[in-house]
């Protein structure tokens, strides 16, 4: 079992950056596929990104190619999630995620693991 643990959230402006960090503990963290999700009041949580246990490869939402990055340091047993050119609409609670898989998944169901989550505003 692992426990994830977000941070760095917090009110913004549209077009700022601001970078999302996860802690995990409890199992080794190198064996996680990790992702991050957000959940807009009143919508569904949707993927954001996902990164594989060695980080080299990851996979992002259309929505923020180009403007997000998901990196990891499995020394710190750290996800971090880089938003730049943040836009109003991506107010959201942003959570971390953990997956036990072979794959890289963009779906909730796949992930076993969750945090708290973030609060992320961004302002017009």
């Known amino acids: 079992q692992v426990q994830l643990v977000e941070s760095g959230g917090g009110l913004v402006q549209a077009g700022d950056s601001l970078r999302l960090s996860c802690a995990a503990s409890?199992?080794?963290?190198?064996?996680?596929?990790m992702g991050w999700f957000r959940q807009a009041p009143g919508k569904e949580r949707e993927f954001v990104a996902a990164?594989?246990?060695?980080?080299?490869?990851?996979i992002y939402a259309d929505s923020v190619k180009g403007r997000f990055t998901i990196s990891r340091d499995n020394a710190k047993a750290t996800v971090y999630l880089q938003m730049s050119s943040l836009k109003p609409e991506e107010t959201a609670v942003y959570y971390c995620?953990?997956?036990?898989?072979?794959?890289?998944?963009?779906?909730?169901?796949?992930?076993?693991?969750w945090g708290q989550g973030t609060q992320v505003t961004v302002s017009s």
């Open positions: 409890g199992r080794p963290f190198s064996e996680y596929v």
């Open positions: 995620a953990a997956a036990r898989s072979v794959v890289v998944p963009r779906t909730r169901s796949a992930y076993g693991y």
């Open positions: 990164i594989t246990w060695s980080g080299s490869r990851t």
